[in-house]
């Protein structure tokens, strides 16, 4: 998907569920981390980040059709959520974020999102955000 289509459908997403206008939004490589195996060994997809104003939007899309509500894997808050970790690995930049919201033997309480290099602005941004949002639900 081409950046200005996937920027339309974003759009088009956002007004369908009335959220308002995105930040900005990437395909990012993505998976959920649990504790168990590796997170080099876990199985990553393409999903689309949506940055709105207050919340993270991960979105799991599927080819050739419009975003529906049933492809949202998480609407994170800012303030529920917090960055554990950010490197490089490789060409990419990994950011992992868990949702301090969720229950602690949740297997899907965090997420790994690797950016490509031409997306770094994008993820500061996204650090920035989570960072600068005082939390609010209770730390594990």
Same mark, same amino acid.
């Given at each position: 998907?081409?950046?200005?289509? @996937?920027?339309?459908? %974003?759009?088009?997403?956002?007004?369908?569920?009335?959220? #308002?206008?995105?930040? #900005?939004? !990437?395909?990012?490589? =993505?998976? $959920?981390?649990?504790? &168990?195996?590796?997170?080099?060994?876990?199985?990553?997809?393409?999903?689309?980040?949506? !940055?709105?104003?207050?919340?993270?939007?991960?979105?799991?899309?599927? *080819? *050739? @059709?419009? /975003?529906? &509500?049933?492809?949202? %894997?998480?609407?994170? $808050?800012?303030?529920?959520?917090?960055?554990? !970790?950010?490197?490089?690995?490789?060409?990419?930049?990994?950011?992992?974020?868990?949702?301090?919201?969720?229950?602690?033997?949740?297997? =899907? =309480?965090?997420?790994?999102?690797?950016?490509?290099?031409?997306? @770094?602005? /994008? =993820?500061?941004?996204?650090?920035?955000? %989570?960072?600068?949002?005082?939390?609010?639900?209770?730390?594990?």
């Amino acid at each position: 998907m081409t950046r200005s289509k @996937r920027r339309a459908r %974003v759009n088009a997403f956002a007004k369908e569920l009335d959220i #308002g206008t995105p930040e #900005g939004s !990437r395909q990012v490589w =993505a998976a $959920p981390v649990s504790g &168990r195996p590796p997170l080099l060994v876990a199985r990553r997809e393409r999903w689309v980040a949506i !940055r709105m104003a207050r919340e993270l939007i991960l979105i799991r899309p599927r *080819r *050739r @059709r419009p /975003f529906a &509500r049933d492809d949202i %894997v998480t609407r994170l $808050p800012y303030d529920h959520a917090e960055v554990r !970790r950010v490197r490089w690995v490789g060409p990419l930049r990994q950011v992992v974020v868990e949702d301090t919201a969720a229950a602690p033997e949740s297997d =899907a =309480a965090a997420y790994a999102l690797e950016f490509a290099l031409r997306d @770094r602005r /994008f =993820a500061k941004g996204l650090v920035a955000a %989570v960072e600068s949002t005082p939390t609010t639900a209770g730390a594990r």
